[in-house]
């Protein structure tokens, strides 16, 4: 707790105050506390879950690793939380056969909806011209920089 930051609501036997740097302990009992909150309204953690995982991995004549794709699905959704391809194989095709089988592995499964983030210094328009639209936007995230939040209709 600093000092400099006063105190939220004194006198009714809370103190709320910054934790600068935070205690490696609190954000456990922090996190582990929201976990248990949200598993007594829906269940365990889909997310958690190995079988909810999804990873497609794109690998050069050697076996070596160029590119991939990882996400999860959670309910009707195919959440991607990454996408990469080595640059030098960049503006082939590899990054389209990547999400066209993480797309398809998630209609499979029964999704409905895939989800994304990208930076503006990343892939936006590659997303966009694969059908993704944006529906929300974060400037200065970081400084600078723009962070996008993409979805589509699979189907």
Request: proline share 5%; hydrophobic share 40%; glycine share 12%.
């Amino acid at each position: 707790m600093t000092e400099t930051q006063a105190p939220v609501g004194a006198g009714d036997g809370f103190v709320v105050a910054l934790e600068d740097p935070p205690n490696e302990t609190t954000q456990i009992i922090l996190l582990s506390g929201l976990a248990s909150f949200n598993e007594s309204c829906i269940g365990p953690d889909p997310v958690r879950d190995p079988r909810n995982h999804v990873c497609f991995v794109a690998r050069d004549a050697e076996g070596r690793v160029r590119g991939g794709l990882q996400g999860v699905i959670v309910g009707a959704w195919l959440a991607m939380d990454l996408v990469w391809v080595e640059e030098a194989f960049r503006h082939n095709g590899l990054g389209s056969r990547l999400l066209d089988g993480a797309e398809a592995e998630g209609r499979r499964r029964g999704c409905k909806w895939a989800i994304l983030a990208t930076f503006d210094y990343q892939a936006p328009g590659f997303y966009t011209r694969r059908g993704y639209v944006e529906y929300a936007r974060m400037e200065d995230f970081p400084w600078g920089s723009t962070r996008y939040q993409l979805r589509k209709t699979l189907g």
